[in-house]
């Protein structure tokens, strides 16, 4: 079984910033590219990001504009650049590729 490993998660004030990072296979990354997915306490688990292995972006709707998901390849890590987080960004973040999933990284924002 692969793993994949997010960081970065903390607790922030409305309009602050957050890096995460999600660390795995480099292979994994390249064949499948790789997802951000978060989870609210009590809700069902949303899509948040992507980026394809041709390096192609994508993001919900509700993030648009303040995120920004990147790749290292030499490091074998996908980020997520959080900027403007708002209080319902509170979630549990986690990322997916070639359907394996990280154990999260919690994010809390306060107003």
């Known amino acids: 079984q692969v793993q994949l490993r997010e960081s970065g998660g903390g607790s922030v004030q409305a309009g602050g910033s957050l890096r995460l990072s999600c660390t795995g296979p480099?292979?994994?990354?390249?064949?499948?590219?790789m997802n951000w997915y978060r989870q609210a306490a009590g809700k069902e688990r949303d899509w948040v990001s992507a980026?394809?292995?041709?390096?192609?972006?994508g993001y919900a709707d509700s993030v648009k504009g303040r995120f920004t998901i990147s790749q290292d390849k030499f490091k074998n890590t996908v980020y997520l650049q959080m900027n403007s987080l708002k209080p319902e960004d509170t979630a549990i973040y986690l990322c997916?590729?070639?359907?394996?999933w990280g154990q999260g990284t919690q994010v809390t924002v306060s107003s």
């Open positions: 980026i394809t292995p041709d390096g192609s972006l």
């Open positions: 997916n590729s070639c359907a394996y």
């Open positions: 480099g292979w994994m990354f390249n064949s499948c590219g």
